[in-house]
């Protein structure tokens, strides 16, 4: 089973980083770097506290360096007591300068769905980086402090 675990952490930490990947890569270019001079600064626009419109190249470029994404955030299954089933990812560790902070997650926040779906197995938790490198949309609902929070990410 703790094989299992670790995959689902993996897999999540994939997926969460899709949703967020342009924050990072945004605010944390400097204008000397390399990469910022060799392309046109790409803009997130946020619409409102949990809802950005993100450039689809933005998000390709944060997956490029999976290193990246392990340092950003650390995510810990919930599993049920039968041992198959998972209530939620719990967010155990977040840089204060990752893109998940930047986007208002918090450490503690309970992942409970994406794109509408339960995250209630772990094979479906471990299937969830596929779906946020897929999509033109992703969709996150945490809890936090008992409070229901939707998370909304458009890549244009």
């Not at 770097?33 to 950005?52: F, G, K, T």
């Not at 390709?60 to 360096?65: G, H, Q």
């Not at 918090?106 to 999509?135: F, W, Y």
């Amino acid at each position: 089973m703790q094989h299992g675990r670790r995959n689902v952490v993996v897999a999540a930490t994939l997926l969460v980083g899709a949703g967020l990947a342009a924050v990072a890569v945004l605010r944390h270019r400097s204008a000397d770097a390399p990469s910022a001079a060799s392309r046109p600064l790409l803009r997130c626009e946020q619409v409102d506290p949990h809802h950005w419109r993100i450039p689809l190249a933005s998000r390709d470029e944060y997956f490029r360096t999976p290193a990246r994404l392990n340092e950003d955030i650390h995510l810990k299954p919930v599993v049920a007591a039968d041992g198959k089933t998972v209530t939620s990812l719990t967010i155990a560790k977040l840089s204060s300068s990752g893109p998940m902070s930047l986007a208002g997650f918090k450490v503690g926040d309970r992942i409970v769905s994406l794109n509408g779906r339960p995250v209630d197995t772990l094979s479906r938790a471990m299937n969830l980086a596929h779906e946020a490198q897929s999509g033109a949309r992703l969709s996150v609902q945490v809890e936090r402090d008992g409070t229901p929070i939707d998370y909304r990410f458009d890549f244009e």
